[in-house]
């Protein structure tokens, strides 16, 4: 019983340098996301999907790329990266309301 | 102003005390509430969903919610060192849900 998955589980980063976070799940969700975790910042949503082959836009998503090409996956792509976005990403899933089920998270440091 | 505050501690209590963690928001549309339990290295987990005002209780766990007030509480009772987690509180009024800062909690054994 799987859930949410992320890779990878940590990455440190060169400035401008590129990367990519794939989330995968296996509870034929529907809605997916892409959440970045920062001390007493709480969680702030990034991009969401509504459904495969559809992205948006949440409350910080400058510097971030998103594709939903099948339902189970939902990457998350830093172009060129900036120690701000050194951050816990969390990656969650639901059938469009609560309960949201998350991943453990990948760790990004970017020096 | 934040749409949602939570103190975020740390919190240290003795085992076996009773718990209180609360958060306050501004936004009357809210009408979803939930408490998440997040441990270290971990996601969060759901632990406590509740939609109307009034209290919800789970074994150890009692939700309130005073919307009048604007105001969300999570009791634990009888906490146990495994309560060591931080907590975070969340509400929507659609399908996108604002976070509050989460609190820290220890349950020194």
């Known amino acids: 019983n799987a859930g949410v998955t992320q890779t990878p589980k940590f990455r440190v980063l060169k400035t401008g340098q590129s990367m990519t976070l794939l989330c995968a799940q296996d509870m034929n969700h529907e809605y997916m996301y892409w959440y970045r975790q920062d001390p007493g910042m709480g969680l702030r949503l990034i991009h969401y999907?509504?459904?495969?082959?559809?992205?948006a836009k949440g409350e910080v998503p400058d510097g971030y790329n998103v594709s939903r090409l099948k339902k189970q996956n939902f990457l998350l792509g830093l172009e060129s990266a900036a120690p701000s976005q050194t951050s816990v990403y969390f990656c969650a899933s639901s059938t469009g309301g609560s309960p949201l089920h998350f991943g453990n998270g990948t760790r990004l440091t970017v020096t | 102003q934040k749409e949602v505050e939570q103190d975020p501690g740390p919190l240290s209590v003795p085992e076996g005390a009773i718990v209180s963690l609360n958060c306050t928001y501004s936004n009357s549309a809210f009408q979803y509430f939930m408490w998440y339990r997040q441990y270290s290295r971990k996601g969060p987990e759901l632990l406590m969903y509740t939609y109307s005002s009034g209290n919800k209780e789970d074994g150890r766990f009692t939700a309130q919610v005073d919307k009048s007030s604007k105001y969300i509480s999570l009791f634990i009772r009888d906490s146990q060192p495994s309560d060591s987690a931080t907590y975070l509180c969340a509400m929507n009024s659609n399908y996108q849900l604002i976070w509050g800062a989460g609190t820290k909690l220890i349950i020194k054994p």
């Open positions: 999907s509504v459904g495969e082959g559809t992205t």
